[in-house]
């Protein structure tokens, strides 16, 4: 590989710390690791037994001493110690392959809006144990707008909705900081918990985790098989009607059962899940002064994260709030590709970071 030395040497990360996801940036280098926030424990010893990935592929499938655990559920740096050897391990990752040079990273974190000094404090340790010289933080809501292209320092409302795996983030932002915002515990896990739900009320059917989820992003929708009255005005669903096998467990008689679901009986089983998000922009909508609200007008509200992809979700939203609705480019990537634009341009972009909670002198 070619690569000027120089930067090579660039000691530059960005990060998105999500609930389902762990993106990182390498500056000058773009997205280097993409994987699940998932690290597989041994519960007797203790042990991390893998990370990732690998650790994914475990998931209902390991003996029952061993979990899989998702130190980042609720957004938060709830499990503190897998969480840090979560970050250790991306970070070595680094290390390893072409990234050898890369050295004690000054290191951009996103995580969630909202959370306390004492979870800051705890993202900010779990990044320097793990080998990173300077961390930053900066709220998600934040790195996703400037990921998504929108001017987040002028005296100019944009607003953008994050809906990732654990939380749905709702933010207005001008002038560098959040005028508005909303975070919901009703995210991408709530609606594949929802099929789960569905398919044992409705079909007796018991399924996984990992089969519900790839239900929802195959051929789940959000409008498809509403009444024409829940959606608003004029909404006739333009979304071809799918159709794919459902397998699982009959509870009735324990023996696997494959069942042909819609997207209709998705959407249906999702809907009060998928009300509960729209509601929520609506009510930011709503407390949202009015300059801005015709600023966002222009720009669009902006939607982000694995969530933005269920289809017709941006519809509902347009029609419940009236206001135009776009989806970010490769929403799955908005949230650390923000990061990797702060590190880019860190003296422009430095108000938007959050204070730090670690008085380090090295940190001038
Ligand atoms: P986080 O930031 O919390 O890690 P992500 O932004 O990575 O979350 O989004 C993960 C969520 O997006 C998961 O719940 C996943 O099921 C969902 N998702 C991914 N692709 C799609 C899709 N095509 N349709 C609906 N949901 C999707
Ligand atoms: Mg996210």
Do not use: C
């Not at 290191?107 to 779990?126: D, F, H, K, L």
């Not at 790195?143 to 709702?170: H, N, P, R, S, Y």
């Amino acid at each position: 590989m070619k690569l000027p030395l120089l930067s090579v040497f660039t000691h530059d990360v960005g990060i998105d710390l999500g609930t389902a996801n762990t993106l990182v940036y390498v500056r000058g280098h773009g997205i280097i690791i993409n994987e699940p926030s998932v690290v597989a424990v041994d519960q007797r010893t203790r042990a991390i037994l893998a990370i990732g990935e690998e650790a994914k592929r475990m998931v209902g499938r390991t003996p029952s001493h061993i979990v899989a655990v998702r130190p980042l559920t609720e957004g938060v740096v709830s499990n503190f110690e897998v969480t840090e050897q979560m970050l250790r391990y991306f970070l070595d990752k680094l290390h390893r392959g072409a990234f050898k040079p890369l050295h004690r990273p000054r290191v951009v974190i996103g995580i969630p809006y909202g959370v306390t000094e004492v979870e800051r404090r705890a993202a900010e340790e779990a990044a320097q144990n793990a080998g990173a010289r300077e961390v930053y933080l900066i709220e998600e809501p934040m790195a996703a707008a400037i990921g998504a292209g929108l001017e987040v320092q002028e005296a100019k409302g944009v607003m953008i909705v994050d809906i990732g795996g654990g939380t749905t983030e709702v933010a207005v932002i001008s002038l560098g900081g959040i005028v508005a915002s909303r975070s919901l515990r009703v995210a991408g896990d709530k609606l594949n918990q929802d099929i789960i739900t569905y398919a044992r009320e409705r079909f007796n059917l018991l399924l996984g985790e990992r089969t519900a989820e790839e239900l929802k992003t195959s051929i789940g929708t959000a409008t498809a098989g509403l009444p024409v009255e829940a959606v608003g005005r004029s909404v006739v669903p333009n979304y071809d009607v799918l159709s794919m096998p459902m397998r699982g467990r009959d509870l009735v008689t324990g023996l696997p059962k494959e069942i042909i679901v819609t997207s209709e009986h998705l959407s249906e089983a999702m809907q009060k899940s998928i009300n509960v998000i729209v509601e929520q922009v609506k009510a930011t909508v709503e407390e949202t002064p009015p300059e801005l609200i015709a600023d966002i007008m222009d720009s669009g509200i902006v939607l982000a994260g694995g969530g933005a992809l269920l289809r017709g979700l941006d519809q509902r939203i347009a029609e419940v709030t009236q206001m135009p609705v776009r989806i970010a480019e490769d929403p799955l990537t908005t949230v650390v590709r923000g990061t990797g634009l702060v590190l880019e341009d860190l003296d422009r972009l430095r108000e938007v970071l959050l204070p730090r909670t670690l008085g380090r002198a090295e940190f001038s």
